[in-house]
Structure formats: structure tokens, C-alpha cells
């Protein structure tokens, strides 16, 4: 850690699983650490030089025994002991990452960074996550994360990030080619930067992704939300938000590549990993190889 708290040069890495499905209504992401932990995480972490501790899963309600109840207070439950253990993470030094889960769990990843200091935030994801109750047209939780830590939505979902939000000039979304209307109109005026896969096509990624950066590094310590529905489906075929048309395997690395030159890694989730809908762990294995992009493999 820097003089000023910030994190260039941290050394150990924190993996915590958050294993939920509870989000939406697709079953399997509660297996989603685990998953990635099979494709050799911790291993390929070591061999970059840093350190690693694995705490496990922080405790997670179970689908079938919520079943006609509404979920919304067991997914706060969760992200508040994920925010407790992701701050205290932040707070010793180390990079804090969550294994998803659906990406609900990010409201306590990003709350538990942003009990530390103020925090930029990179959303890497097909869809915009900006729906509230009231503009869902499903009223899965999924869709709503980036709104909750925004300070919209849902008040038990806002009483996890204890009055922290993200401040919309340091919020840049990546990848983005699905929105629902009304989340599209709130998007458009909440004063986040969206790069769209057609940016991305016509700009190329390591312009979007410089843009990115000097957006989101302003705080001095960055945290990447990556949700695989991101890449392209041949990339990463397990998970049940598929949308053609997205990331390429280089351009989801050097994407990543450009925010590890920068040194300001806090903390990282990676979320919506569905093994029972990959294909021989594949979107686990390239998750692994993105995860090691963020925390700083080179090709040189």
C-alpha cells in the first residue's frame, strides 16, 4: 500500500466465495466458486509472485428452503457479511476477490470496498444492472446491483452499503449490448460512461479501455466488477444471461491488462459462472486467465 492508502503493489490476494443463486431464477451460480477454485485459481494466482489466502465461502442461504419467500432480505444477509469481509480485507492491505454467485453479491463486494475510502468502479457486463423494482421487468436482483450501489432501489439492498455509493463520474460500464427500455432512459441520465460492444468495434478496446481508466482511477484504488455474460458466448458458454456479440478472448485480456499496468487493484468479483451450463468448466478456466490479467500477467 501506498502513503495514502491506495492499493499499487499489494502482494496478497484475498479469495472469497460467495456462493448465491438466489438473484434469478436460474439455478447453479451457488457452484460457482467452487468452479473456478477447480480450474487451478490459487495456483495460477502464486505463480504471478503473490501471495494468497483463500477464506472460503461466507455462509449462503440455500434456494430450496426459501422457496415462495422473497429473497431480497437473504441476498442483503449475505452481502453484508461479504462487505464485512471484503472491507476488512481492503483495510489490511490486500486485494479482495469475490467469487460469484449472481451478481447481487457485488452490492457487498463494492460496499465492503467502499467502506474503506472512496472507489472507482469498472462494470464489465452485457447488461446494465441498472433496474430498481420499480423499472424490472422481472424483479430478479440481478439486474438491480449497480443501481442498489448507486443509492436507487431497494431500501434492504441499500441498507447493506450503510450510506456509501459510487460516484457516477468514477463508474464506467464495458460490454454493454442488452438493456432493458427504462433501464436504458435511467442509464442515460445517471452520468456513468457506457462503452457499447459497437464503441468497442469502432473505437477498438484499447481506446475504450483508456477512456475507462481515467474515469474510474480518479479515487486511486479501482474495483472491477466482471461478469462473464461480458465475453462472447464461445468464450464463456456457462452461464444462463448468454448474449451474443460479446468480448473477445484479447479484448476482455487486454481490457484488464490496461487497468493492472496502473497498479490500482482493491478488490475484484467475478460473477454469473453457471457450471451446469458450461461446457467442460470452460468459462471457469477463462475466468481464471482473466483473473491473473487483472492482477497483473504480462505477456512480457
Known amino acids: 500500500m501506498t502513503d495514502d492508502g491506495s492499493p499499487r503493489g499489494a502482494r496478497t490476494v484475498h479469495v472469497i466465495g460467495a456462493p448465491i443463486d438466489l438473484g434469478q431464477t436460474v439455478r447453479g451460480t451457488d457452484v460457482g466458486p467452487a468452479a473456478v477454485r477447480y480450474a487451478g485459481l490459487v495456483a495460477r494466482i502464486r505463480e504471478l509472485g503473490l501471495s494468497v489466502v483463500d477464506f472460503g465461502n461466507v455462509e449462503a442461504p ?178 444462463a444471461t448468454l448474449v451474443p456479440g460479446g468480448l473477445g478472448y484479447r479484448e476482455a485480456h487486454l481490457l484488464l491488462e490496461i487497468f493492472a499496468d496502473e497498479g490500482l487493484l482493491s478488490s475484484m468479483d467475478v460473477v454469473e459462472i453457471n457450471p451446469m451450463l458450461d461446457v467442460r468448466n470452460r468459462t471457469a478456466h477463462t475466468a481464471v486467465e482473466l483473473i491473473v490479467s487483472a492482477l497483473g500477467k504480462s505477456i512480457l
Request: hydrophobic letters at 45%; one cysteine or more; charged letters at 25%.
Open 62 to 239: 440455500q434456494a430450496a428452503l426459501l422457496a415462495g419467500q422473497d429473497v431480497v432480505p437473504a441476498i442483503a444477509e449475505l452481502c453484508e457479511k461479504l462487505r464485512d469481509r471484503v472491507e476488512a480485507s481492503v483495510r489490511g492491505g490486500a486485494v479482495a476477490l469475490t467469487l460469484g454467485g449472481d451478481h447481487s453479491v457485488a452490492i457487498g463486494s463494492v460496499a465492503g470496498a467502499l467502506s474503506v475510502a472512496p472507489t472507482g468502479l469498472l462494470w464489465i457486463d452485457a447488461h446494465g444492472d441498472f433496474n430498481t423494482p420499480e423499472t424490472s421487468p422481472t424483479g430478479n436482483v440481478h439486474g438491480m446491483p449497480l443501481a442498489v450501489l448507486m443509492g436507487r432501489g431497494h431500501r434492504r439492498l441499500l441498507d447493506v452499503c450503510r450510506g456509501l455509493s459510487v460516484a457516477p463520474e468514477h463508474v464506467a460500464l464495458v460490454g454493454v449490448r442488452d438493456l432493458d427500455r427504462r433501464e436504458r432512459e435511467e442509464l442515460l441520465g445517471a452520468g456513468v460512461a457506457i462503452y457499447t460492444m459497437r464503441d468497442i468495434d469502432e473505437r477498438g478496446m484499447g481506446r475504450v479501455a483508456r477512456e475507462a481508466l481515467a474515469r474510474v482511477r480518479v479515487p486511486g484504488r479501482v474495483h472491477v466488477s466482471l461478469d462473464v455474460d461480458a465475453l462472447d458466448p464461445v468464450d464463456a458458454p456457462g452461464t
